[in-house]
């Protein structure tokens, strides 16, 4: 029966001009705030490592900060679970609210921590508890941002859209956290950032929660949902019940095949915008204004091949669009990161590091909008969220693999080269047996 109530409800939906504006600006915002808390610890991972995990080899000292990163990963699923089917049965705009205060919340508690001096061993553990917490949080973001945004605009800009949301929110993350940890490692230099300049970058965190309140004062519900709810007195199967076992009683093949595509685009995002800081600091030894700098160009970058190429899926179709990208993907990651890692001047590192950017963050600008493709509404928030996080889990694992599997830091660039063909091998296979979407989402 709710399989014929659907298409009605996308046709009789017409979302006003601020309805819009409204959802694209809490979806981008939404997620930006939620990335820019997960960068906060990609920025200072160097410091946290000596921190909370010293050890004597530096690899084994970062491998351990990006498991941190790693646990929060693999607990965003999780709060999918719980964040995505709150939204399906209550609304995106709740959900989302309450996710985004949490991750701030949880994510400027990290600045309150003892070290490792001051408590030992405890200091690493709660500090892993305290990234479980924000795990949950982080995934219950996604549910709610990845859906909203989507099922307000027009069909003609949802490609663009799904680049505007995943990528511009990851870009937009990325450029608050460069400006924060520049402006906050000159005030605090040197020896000075390692004893209270981490702190403060965590502190900022909270930020991001006092204007997520402000934005999402005058967002509106998703249309789609809103109009899903209308029907539910005509039929009781409108309004799922249980969202998470529909998802794996009668999707789970589905699930399935969106992971092997999203391991491609979160490995693609995390092995590049994500490692780039750590690489550059370990690999090239550049200095912080180096550093900063290409961290800011990052962000912009981000963006605009996200937009770029989420819009490209409108144009030729969501299936060529990952196929086109998972092959440029297999062949540029490798050629740049070699490059990156002999890079002996200011422009060419530079130059490398924007060209592993746009093709590690092209490859999830379709992601989202695909997702959102393959999953009724009744169940979207859902399926979205535990596809994305479940996939982006294990592409956020892929640094702590490569920096345990370089046996020196002068190995790692072998290391991605490897591991970047293996993963986008899995990402084109997955682009072949998906059907086109485009044009599904109702």
Known sequence: MSTVV?????????????????????????????????????????????LFFPVTSPTLSLAAVYASFAVTLLMRPLGSGIFGSYADKHGRKKAMTVAIIGVGVSSAAFGLLPTVTQIGVFAAILFLILRLVQGVFVGGVVA??????TESVSSKWRGLMSGLIGGGGAGLGALFASLAFTI??????????????????????IIGSIAGLFVFRSLEESPLWAEMQKKQNDDADTIEKSPIKTLFTKYYRILIVNIMIVIGGGSGYYLTAGFIPTFLEVVNKVSSSILSGVLITSGIVTIIAALLVGHLSEVIGRKKTFLIIGILNIIGLQYFFQALANADSVPTIYFNAMCLVFLGNSAYAPVLIFLNERFP???????????????????????????????????IPNTLMYFSIGIFLIYIIGSLIVPETKGNLK
Do not use: C
């Open 184 to 205: 906050v490692s000159a005030i605090f230099p040197g020896e000075a950032f390692h004893e209270w300049g981490w702190r403060v970058m965590f502190f900022t965190a």
């Open 377 to 411: 509404t009744k169940i979207r928030s859902t399926g979205t969220g535990l596809s994305w996080n479940m996939g982006f889990a294990i592409g956020g694992m892929m640094p702590t693999f490569i920096t345990l599997a370089s046996s020196t830091v002068q190995t």
């Open 144 to 149: 709610s941002t990845h859906t909203i945004g």
């Open 6 to 50: 659907t298409p009605q409800i996308h046709e009789k939906v017409e979302p006003s001009r601020r309805q819009v504006i409204s959802a694209t600006m809490a979806s981008l915002l939404g997620w930006s705030f939620d990335l820019y808390d997960l960068f906060l610890l990609l920025y200072v991972a160097p410091t946290i490592g000596q």
